[in-house]
C-alpha cells in the first residue's frame, strides 16, 4: 500500500526555520519524483519543490527559491524539505507528492502527481 506521510509542521515566528519531513511506503524513492506542494485558505495549490528520483537533483518554484532546500534518504524512504526565513505568508498545509518518474515535471504541475499525503501545518505567526 502506497503511503506519504508528511510531518515537522509547526508554529514558528518568522525568521525562523523549519524542516518537514515525508516518509514514503509502498513504493522505492529510486522509482519517482516527489514533490511539495503548499496550499494556504481561501488559494490555489501551490507547487514549491520537487526532487528527482534519478539524481537527487532539486526544483523551486521563484516564490521560495533560496529559500528552500530539498533532500532524500533513500535508504530510510524518507524525503525533507529545509525551509528557512519564514514569512506569515509561509503559512499553509503542506504536502508531499510522488511522481512516477526519473525527473520532475514542472514544480507546478499538480496533476502529474499520483499519490498524494494528507499533509502537515505550517504556521507562521510571532
Known amino acids: 500500500q502506497v503511503q506519504l506521510v508528511e510531518s515537522g509542521g509547526a508554529l514558528v515566528q518568522p525568521g525562523g526555520s523549519l524542516r518537514l519531513s515525508c516518509a514514503v511506503s509502498?513504493?522505492?524513492?529510486?522509482?519517482?519524483?516527489i514533490g511539495w506542494f503548499r496550499q494556504a485558505p481561501g488559494k490555489e495549490r501551490e507547487g514549491i519543490s520537487c526532487?528527482?528520483?534519478?539524481?537527487?537533483?532539486?526544483s523551486y518554484a521563484d516564490s521560495v527559491k533560496g529559500r528552500l532546500t530539498i533532500s532524500r534518504d533513500n535508504a530510510k524512504s524518507m524525503v525533507y524539505l529545509q525551509i528557512n526565513s519564514l514569512k506569515p505568508e509561509d503559512t499553509a498545509v503542506y504536502y508531499c507528492?510522488?511522481?512516477?518518474?526519473?525527473?520532475?515535471?514542472?514544480?507546478?504541475?499538480?496533476?502529474?502527481?499520483?499519490?498524494w499525503g494528507r499533509g502537515t501545518q505550517v504556521s507562521v505567526s510571532s
Open positions: 507528492a510522488a511522481e512516477r518518474a526519473a525527473y520532475c515535471s514542472d514544480v507546478g504541475c499538480f496533476w502529474c502527481y499520483e499519490y
Open positions: 509502498g513504493f522505492s524513492l529510486d522509482d519517482y519524483a
Open positions: 526532487i528527482s528520483s534519478v539524481d537527487g537533483s532539486g
